[in-house]
């Protein structure tokens, strides 16, 4: 069963606007953390942000804001006054806690390659 | 510097060829995991290690295999039964436990050519 699903292929947004990227998960787990990754054509893994399952705010890192609403599993990705550098193909990942039989496995979802207007 | 380091960078090999793909970290991480990735598409789970001499198949283990003797090494070997073995395969290390700010770290991933 797929775990982590992100449903758009690929998203547009003009220089400095603010954009959304989609993020659904499926665990029976209360303990798991969610992540979201920047891949530029260079093909490294760019960390953005983490969510822990229990963390009751929402995380940030500058530029970056995890909308997390834990009853609909999702973990949407806002990417605020995008910037051209910031076109890229970018991933969410979700890494079960314990509790379960697939603890600690960390899956990626299918990616969502950004492109920003100048 | 701590850090998760692949090697080579970029791996020829003929058809029917076992082939092994590094991994190393100095990180003091517990977990480790490999993954596959197609052009254009996402990261796939080969396998993944919790702990020294213990490892889990992720989504896609068939024709691959992997042993975890030492906590810094997770190597992966690609095997004759592995049907379309040509991808870029990255490996992946974190803190076992969940909470707090955790990152994975990943290496600069291993462009496996096989013709």
């Known amino acids: 069963a797929q775990k982590i699903t992100q449903t758009q292929p690929g998203m547009f947004v003009q220089e400095k606007e603010a954009v959304t990227l989609d993020c659904t998960y499926d665990?029976?787990?209360?303990?798991?953390?969610l992540f979201w990754y920047k891949q530029p054509s260079s093909g490294e893994m760019i960390f953005l942000i983490y969510q822990g399952s229990y963390d009751e705010q929402n995380a940030t890192e500058g530029r970056y804001s995890l909308n997390f609403q834990k009853a609909r599993k999702s973990a949407n990705l806002v990417i605020s006054a995008s910037q051209l550098g910031d076109s890229a193909m970018y991933f969410c990942a979700m890494r079960e806690g314990p509790g379960g039989t697939s603890y600690g496995k960390l899956t990626f979802g299918q990616g969502t390659i950004l492109t920003v207007h100048p | 510097d701590g850090g998760i380091t692949q090697s080579p960078k970029y791996l020829f090999r003929k058809e029917g060829q076992n082939v092994t793909l590094s991994c190393e970290q100095n990180l003091n991480h517990d977990a480790m995991y490999w993954y596959r990735q197609d052009p254009g598409q996402g990261l796939r789970l080969i396998y993944y290690?919790?702990?020294?001499?213990?490892?889990q198949k992720g989504d896609i283990a068939e024709g691959y295999s992997v042993s975890r003797e030492k906590k810094e090494s997770f190597p992966l070997t690609v095997t004759s039964a592995q049907k379309n073995p040509t991808a870029f395969y990255l490996c992946?290390?974190?803190?076992?436990?969940?909470?707090?700010?955790?990152?994975?770290?990943f290496g600069q991933g291993t462009r496996l050519t096989v013709v």
């Open positions: 665990t029976s787990d209360q303990s798991y953390g």
């Open positions: 290690s919790q702990i020294v001499n213990d490892f």
């Open positions: 992946a290390s974190i803190l076992r436990g969940t909470g707090g700010n955790t990152e994975a770290f």
